[in-house]
């Protein structure tokens, strides 16, 4: 018979994990047993974890909603009008849409995420340009740049959805796609600047992320590499 580590609680010999403290179950001697009837169903595994979950995230909201209410009283008892705590109820927004929100267990697609996250920025940044006043670097510099970590954040979020690629073709896309996402950065800077593109740092990281990609390609290619390689990195 097991017992867990942390709380000491009896453990069958079905359970992967302590169901008072959630701590895993190791014990050489006594491996787990998939065969063995386990004392509840697994399916109240999940909702524990959504549970956890959702706990964790209500208390994050509950927490940021306080402090922007606390920042606006204040602003407003003290500064006579919302001045500052705009500034802080714009970035609570942003925490919670973009932090907060994908704690929450939900069913929800991972390229919503990435969709929520970008409008969540967009109106981050449209928010700081207009208290800032006078500027107009929000649909020159910010909305492009934005437009562009969303292409690329979609683009990686569905080609890991997919299913169909290996691991090591997963990071070659990913670490490609920042290669060509720094070039995207530069032009978009470049232009905002003196409407003149003249690409020059963003070739310093272009040339190692497109070639650590090939390596990647390559290796991938080669069974005997990846065999070694699943025996040390054990994946």
């Not at 714009?90 to 929100?101: C, E, T, W």
Request: charged share 15%; proline share 4%.
């Amino acid at each position: 018979m097991s017992y867990c580590v942390n709380c000491g609680v009896e453990l069958e010999k079905s359970l992967e994990i302590c169901p008072l403290c959630r701590t895993e179950v190791v014990n050489p001697r006594e491996p787990v047993r998939s065969d063995v009837i386990r004392p509840y169903s697994r399916h109240l595994d999940k909702v524990a974890r959504k549970v956890q979950r959702r706990t964790v995230a209500g208390v994050f909201t509950v927490l940021l909603t306080l402090a922007g209410g606390i920042c606006v009283i204040t602003d407003g008892v003290y500064g006579g009008g919302l001045t500052w705590s705009l500034y802080v109820l714009a970035s609570i927004l942003l925490a919670m849409l973009v932090v907060v929100l994908p704690v929450y267990p939900l069913n929800w697609h991972p390229l919503f995420f990435v969709v929520i996250d970008c409008l969540a920025l967009t109106l981050f940044m449209y928010v700081l340009n207009e208290l800032v006043g006078g500027a107009q670097w929000f649909s020159t510099l910010a909305l492009p740049l934005i437009l562009l970590i969303m292409a690329v954040g979609a683009i990686n979020v569905s080609v890991i959805d997919s299913g169909k690629l290996t691991k090591l073709l997963i990071a070659a896309c990913i670490v490609g796609s920042m290669g060509v996402c720094t070039l995207g950065v530069e032009i978009v800077i470049d232009l905002y600047l003196s409407a003149d593109v003249g690409l020059s740092w963003s070739w310093l990281v272009f040339a190692p992320c497109v070639a650590i990609a090939a390596i990647l390609i390559i290796m991938d290619s080669n069974k005997r590499v990846k065999n070694l390689m699943r025996r040390r990195l054990h994946y």
